[in-house]
């Protein structure tokens, strides 16, 4: 048995919370709200979040930071990506002694463009060396109802990446092991503009073709850029790559693939984040992609059509004619440049 702290009790904390509690880890949760933490250990489930899910009566809630963090040995933090490296700022005057910081948020910080674990590192220079990344096709919903589920831990260090797997492991939560640790946070974070693509095809009425050649060609992209940025190749081929991809352009429980339905209906990005309690991790993660893109001269067209829709308020079926239309190129090539071979050309 271990102690953990989790921080951040929206889905993916209460899910992660009830998931190590099930496990048999002493588990405090952290909820900004208290109105949520009292709530919370009272009825045990949260309503907001993830409704239809008991958390485990071993796993205490409270909205003190201090306490949740009080003799952990791996604090979680799953706040959405905008609040960690306010979140890292305040555990940094907190945090003595050994811990394992796991960063289970996906998307890059806006102005940086940093990938979370870069962004806990800076904050929390101690615990450079035990930073450990968890992504892969892991919708809360289901692992809250222990729905079997495979995902990955990755860090440079093989030993934490081991302890962190070991931590999660059970009969219903399948964990892998990678030590790209760049590759498994961008395909976790650049998954989501796709899935706001997905989204707008289908609130365009289009079909399971149009979804596919996004996922295929988004895919493309993701591993150009992911590459420029030092990723191994591979990596998009696993689970926090082509697995999260599918899950999220396809489920029903996808955030980001919901948006861009309602972006197909007119909604504008403001409207959308009003109409909804819950982060959008691609919105912004469409921003920094398209800026990284320019950064690395990568092209990147179905970013970059995402990005006028969103934020140049283009309209969507124009986007699609100028992502059908463009110039010819040649698939295998692309491909090949995507797994490395030709990364020099
Ligand atoms: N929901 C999932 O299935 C899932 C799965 C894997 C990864 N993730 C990632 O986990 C992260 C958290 O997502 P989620 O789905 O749990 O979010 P959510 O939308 O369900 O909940 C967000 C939570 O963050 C809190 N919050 C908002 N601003 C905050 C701030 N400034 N400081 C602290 N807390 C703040 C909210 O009060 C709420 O409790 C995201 O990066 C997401 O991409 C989510
Ligand atoms: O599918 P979304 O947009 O809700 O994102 C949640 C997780 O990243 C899925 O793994």
Redesign the pocket.
Known sequence: MKKVAVI??????TALAGLLGENGHEVVLW???KRLADELNQTRENTA?LPGVLLPSSVIVTNDLKQAIAGARFIFV????H?VR??AVALNEMLTGEKIIVS????LELGTFKRMSEVIAEELPAYAETIAVLSGP???EEVGRRHPTASVVAATSQEVAELVQDLLMNPFFRVYTNPDVIGVELGGALKNIIALGAGIAEGLGFGDNAKAALMTRGLAEIARLGMAMGAKPLTFAGLAGVGDLMVTCTSR?SRNRRAGIMVAQGKSVQQIQAETN??V?GIRSTLAAYKLAQRYKIVMPITEQTYRILYEGKPPREAVLELMTRGKTHEIEEVAVSCGTLWQK
């Open positions: 951040g009790a929206g889905s993916w904390g909820a900004r709200n979040y799953v706040t959405p990506s609040a306010e979140t289970a948020a996906k998307g892991n919708h809360a429980h819950m982060v991790e």
